[in-house]
């Protein structure tokens, strides 16, 4: 309807409803209104660049954090780094000097902290070298050197300091040349925690000639330590939440961060929280805490908060000075400190497990992600009131959290407006904001990154918007700048190509088939490269749309000539799509300039409702991953609509001759069947004699067969001049047979003798003769005159 009102151009246009009565004239005013309440389709943040790290080597970006405009990201690489600004003209380079080399040939992994420019340029980066190599997988295996994941690294409220944490095995030399060594630790399972506040305005970052400074948490912790959170105050004090332990029981059995039972655990441990002193890391207070504080994040006047995963198991927590709250399952507990580690309050919030904390620099806007738990649940975005007299309370929350890992992160802007989330998505998502408006999301490879901003009144969605690659794309990381309130998303990407908003690379460092998304894993260069996408705070339109009203569904007719504008992108004529299974449907600005064509099987396959590359296998499951099946594949000249058997399939690449059928499995040997070939040419020979003899054996017999007939023949021929006679003498003694036999019969019936005498001679000499005359054939004739 709001293409015959014409509301969809903006409240300018609210005269188009003139002329109505009033009930349509409400309907077209309200109907303007929810319209404007929905997402932001057709305006979105600018992509200024994205930092790809082209060194030859591999990498990742497990961390970011912004100060001044700039970007900072750590992690870890094997081999070189330099990081290159990608945008959509010319690339950015990064400074020479900022250039961090090492073994490309080698398999030891090193840390780094790298910083970015505005422009995109690599203007510095600390490097700490490590000497072990990484035993599985990272990520999901035993780590070996580390910046935490998301948490890893904070920029500190004095914007001159970055708060760092990870942890270490082996050896590792920091930028200042002093080495580290974990030799020496009697916890031999578990990372060297360690802590970091660097001097973002110089080059060593650290130590002498700096303010920069590097501490070991597990000094003072015989049996080792875990940091959980680091922050940094606007005088560059550092707050800390670990754990430390007094021994290590080396044959006991423990658990790792998965859950996974492992040897050797930690004894004697308890839970702290505690300022270092920005000069040096010295303590400058700590306090034992109750349970584990996941996130801690300061603000403006030097309070902290901090969150946790609550379980009621734990009962009522005592923070001090009379600050208790009673623990409820499944939970986000929430904490407020004042600058001297002292508990101002502490509430059960969120009904989620706790997952990330930010909050404004006034503190008025805090807001956390967290999971309700439960198979395919998205995770749920909340905002905490931290108003006085309303502390906890839940001002709203949103299910947002879609994809295959929920939210992964949030940030909020120090000007309390909005609050931003991002995740991961495989497939096709919808997100619904707290108005129940609904955005769709798709992704171009298997994984793929989305960011999520809402309004922070009241959780009305803003704007989504996706990026990624062909391949996969796994992000840990998210930061906001305080002062432009530009977005940062940081993980690795393995794609062949990458494309954010209007901005598209071909990952010159990837090294697998061209077009079908394998690369080699295994190989210490290209398999994995570090990248960090910035997001502009301010929308712009897409180029390819003649009008945008950010507040109204878009139509065809907002679409330029000779392009399409779908998923939010825009698309020349005739470009294929770019998502996984719809890359045989194309723009076709002609026909519908908002969605796409449908599927052209001339080159590809459609098979359950996706496209196929002509000659793409069928894939079936081997383990727990899925495999080509070498028997099946599209040939659209075949079947475009289902997989065509592949003829020698089966056919090894060393076979030995003989019979094999037409998916190339063998049927037999090639020496069996010559000699079943051998024996039956003699049995067909045998036969073939055989045969001869039958059939001249044949011959003989039709030959007997013609004299017979002929005899036959000849011998049947009775002329008339005598069977006519013959007719009658047969019938005189049919006639003469007849009459005896009826004589016979009679002569039975009454008990005379079928032969006498015809004299009348008694038939016994026993009998009586006289006055009786057997056998008189008068008496029976007067009885049975033959006519």
């Not at 970007?71 to 690489?77: A, D, E, H, K, R």
């Not at 190509?497 to 295994?522: A, C, E, F, H, S």
Request: net charge negative; glycine share 12%; charged share 15%.
């Amino acid at each position: 309807q709001s293409a015959n009102y014409h509301c969809h151009h903006g409240l300018s246009a609210l005269p188009a409803c003139r002329g109505f009565m009033a009930p349509a004239l409400i309907a077209c005013l309200v109907l303007c209104f929810i319209a404007a309440s929905a997402w932001n389709d057709c305006a979105f943040p600018e992509v200024d660049w994205f930092a790809l790290d082209e060194g030859v080597g591999i990498s990742y970006s497990y961390a970011l954090a912004a100060i001044n405009g700039n970007m900072y990201s750590g992690g870890y690489t094997k081999g070189n780094f330099a990081f290159v600004g990608v945008t959509d003209g010319a690339d950015v380079h990064p400074n020479p000097n900022a250039s961090l080399w090492g073994d490309t040939t080698s398999n030891v992994q090193s840390l780094y902290v790298a910083e970015v420019s505005s422009s995109g340029s690599m203007t510095k980066a600390w490097q700490f070298m490590g000497s072990a190599i990484q035993i599985g997988q990272i990520g999901h295996g035993k780590q070996t050197n580390s910046i935490d994941a998301h948490s890893g690294l904070h920029a500190m409220l004095d914007k001159k300091h970055l708060a760092v944490k990870g942890g270490f095995r082996q050896l590792l030399e920091l930028p200042d040349g002093t080495v580290w060594s974990s030799a020496s630790r009697i916890n031999t399972k578990d990372q060297v925690p360690f802590v970091m506040s660097i001097d973002v305005s110089t080059t060593q970052g650290m130590g002498s000639g700096t303010t920069g400074w590097a501490k070991l948490m597990d000094d003072g912790h015989a049996g080792g330590a875990t940091v959980y959170s680091v922050d940094g105050d606007t005088n560059g004090n550092m707050i800390v939440t670990y754990e430390g332990c007094s021994g290590f029981n080396s044959s006991a059995m423990s658990t790792d961060s998965y859950g996974r039972p492992v040897q050797g655990a930690k004894i004697g441990c308890a839970k702290y929280l505690m300022k270092l002193a920005a000069a040096n890391g010295v303590e400058v207070w700590k306090h034992v805490i109750p349970t584990t504080l996941s996130s801690c994040r300061t603000i403006a006047d030097g309070s902290f908060f901090c969150g946790w995963s609550m379980s009621a198991s734990a009962g009522t927590l005592d923070f001090g000075t009379g600050i208790t709250v009673v623990s409820k399952a499944s939970r986000t507990g929430i904490i407020k400190y004042n600058e001297n580690g002292i508990a101002q309050w502490a509430k059960a919030t969120a009904s989620t497990s706790f997952g990330d904390l930010a909050v404004s620099k006034t503190g008025a806007l805090l807001a956390v992600v967290g999971s309700p738990g439960g198979s395919g649940s998205a995770a749920v975005l909340s905002r905490i009131d931290t108003s006085s007299g309303n502390e906890g309370n839940v001002l709203w929350s949103d299910p947002g959290g879609v994809g295959s890992h929920g939210f992964r992160g949030v940030e909020v802007t120090d000007d309390d407006r909005e609050v931003f989330a991002f995740g991961q998505l495989t497939g096709t998502e919808t997100l619904t904001d707290t108005r129940g408006k609904t955005t769709t999301l798709r992704t171009r490879g298997s994984y793929e990154v989305f960011v999520v901003a809402y309004d922070a009144t009241d959780g009305s969605g803003k704007y989504a918007m996706d990026g990624g690659g062909t391949g996969m794309e796994y992000f840990f990381a998210m930061a906001s700048d305080p002062d432009t309130h530009d977005i940062y998303v940081g993980g690795t990407t393995r794609s062949e190509y990458i494309t954010w908003g209007n901005v598209k690379r071909k990952n010159v460092m990837y090294n697998g088939q061209p077009g079908l998304n394998n690369p080699d894993t295994g190989s210490p260069v290209g398999s994995s490269k570090a990248l960090v996408v910035k997001l502009k705070s301010t929308l712009t339109q897409p180029s390819c749309l003649t009008t945008c009203n950010t507040a109204f569904p878009l139509q065809a007719s907002d679409v330029k000539s000779g392009h399409c504008y779908i998923d939010r992108h825009c698309y020349a004529d005739g470009t294929s799509s770019p998502y996984s299974g719809s890359e045989c449907t194309r723009c076709n600005a002609a026909v519908n300039p908002i969605q796409w064509s449908s599927p052209d099987t001339s080159a590809a396959c459609f098979i359950k409702s996706a496209c196929v590359a002509s000659g793409a296998h069928a894939q079936k499951k081997s383990g727990y991953s899925y495999i080509d099946d070498k028997c099946l594949h599209c040939d659209p000249l075949v079947n475009s609509s289902a997989y065509s058997p592949v003829a020698g399939c089966e056919l090894p690449s060393i076979f030995r001759g003989g019979c094999y059928t037409n998916s190339g499995s063998e049927v037999t040997s090639l020496a069996a069947m010559m000699s079943e070939n051998q024996t039956n040419h003699m049995t067909i020979a045998l036969m073939q004699t055989r045969n001869r003899a039958l059939m001249s054996e044949v011959d003989t017999l039709n030959r007997q067969k013609l004299v017979l007939q002929t005899e036959l023949d000849s011998s049947s021929s009775i002329g008339d001049e005598i069977a006519i006679p013959l007719i009658l003498v047969v019938s005189v003694m049919l006639v003469v047979t007849s009459v005896t036999l009826i004589i016979l019969v009679c002569k039975e019936k009454r008990g005379y003798p079928v032969f006498a005498p015809v004299t009348g001679t008694p038939f016994s000499g026993n009998a009586t003769t006289e006055g009786t005359a057997y056998g008189n054939p008068a008496e029976c004739s007067a009885s049975h005159t033959v006519a």
